[in-house]
């Protein structure tokens, strides 16, 4: 069946080499993809994002290394050296014996041209307290850098109020105040780089989410109307756009869509010519037989061909699928309840439990579903003596379940009663058995809806018909 084809094309069976024994290193590998895969994002967009996202953060962070390690370095030895080199040059413009107005001369000068600003402790020492840190890279070159042009103990201390440094350094006469602006040692152009950096990775990632996004677009429709064309639903208003290999594979879907339909269409046709000639001859036999009287010979005649006429039924049935029928939302409890309403007027006694109205909504063919359904119904009918039927509403599944208290299938046996034509009760009495086509028959109809029909053991002690159909 076109149908039961279309519905099994999205399914797929496991690699046989992936049930096989594998070595240490192929087992390693598949820890690996697996944890991998574990941490990888599940769609398509933030797989791309991913692909994007990350070069582009390995690109900058190379870059701030690389900035870090050289321009950092050089720059911070160079405000370093110069700081250092002023406090020198200060210190030996500074004659014994230093007095209050001579560094205060020495200050107005300094605070013109160096931006220092000096101050005088006579008779004082260095406290014995520790400084305030600097970064350990700053600190360190700061060291040396008294060390080679000053060559006297320091203490340097930050105040992050009004953003000043202060440096003390020990002279013969007392302690020399050094405050000057901490621009002095720390370059701006480090936070200049860094929001640089920030800034534009920010603009870039904007720029990659949009443009994935509309070229996610394309191909999530195409999915939306792949999944809509399993499902037995109308496709409707979906052309191909995006990129170029977007396009081909939109291309593709239609042409096979259009395809599968025609082919449905033909076998329509084909089946409409086939029952009516058919259905003439048979009608003429009954209308000679009507005519010849009421003998035994003639009973048994008729019986034949009424026989005959519900064979052909059946197998028209089967074969037509019910494929022509136009999808429609509707409740699926609404439906099932009209069918178990029908059954009911005959046979052993049906329950029936169904969700509110309207839960249970999704598009089906209504005619096609009540045939499969009652398909279902009359064949727990005939085997047990009680029927319970309910519709239960999941997450994103309908589930239609027709329990009997019968004597059931066995497990082993369960596929082969979906063949066509087989009978698992061996005779070929009407009374005791159909055709061999009604599983046949609500599993076609079932798969047409993109849903699944299993046999179960019921709770009752029989068989369980499952119908699963996608929301």
Partial sequence: MVDTLRADATRTDEPSFARGTQTKGGTRRFKLDRWIKRFLPKTLFGRTLVIIVTPLVLM?????????????DIMTRRLVHSLAGDIAFLIEELQPPITDEAVARLSDRAGRHFGIHLGWRPGAILPNQPAIPLFAETETAMREAMMAKVRRPYVMFTEATDRQLEILVQLPDGVLQ???????????????????????????FAIAIVFMRNQIRPIRRLAIAARAFGLGREVTGFKPEGATEVRQASI??????????????????????????????????????AMLGDDAEIAELRTDITEMERMVEGYLAFVRGEGSETPIGCDVGTLVADVVQNERREGPPITYERPDDGAAALPVRPNALKRAVANLIQNAKRYGSAVRVAVVRAA?????TI?????????????TAFQPFVRLEPSRNPATGGTGLGLTIA?????????????????????????????
């Fill in 60 to 72: 900058q962070a190379i870059s701030a290394y690389v900035f870090y390690d050289r321009h950092w």
């Fill in 178 to 204: 050094v405050r000057t602006h901490k621009k002095r040692l720390y370059s701006s152009s480090t936070y200049i780089f860094i929001l640089w950096m920030i800034g534009t990775s920010l603009v870039l």
């Fill in 252 to 289: 593709a879907f239609l042409q096979m869509k259009g395809r599968i339909n025609r082919q449905l269409t033909q076998r329509t046709e084909m089946l409409a010519g086939v029952s009516h000639d058919l259905r003439t001859p048979l009608t003429r036999m009954k209308l000679q037989l």
């Fill in 396 to 400: 994103d599944v309908v589930e239609i």
């Fill in 403 to 415: 329990d009997d208290d019968g004597p059931g299938i066995p497990a082993d046996e369960r596929e």
């Fill in 443 to 471: 599993r076609d109809v079932v798969r047409g809806h993109g849903g699944e029909l299993t046999l179960e053991d019921a709770p009752t002690g029989g068989l369980r018909a499952r119908i699963q159909l996608p929301v």
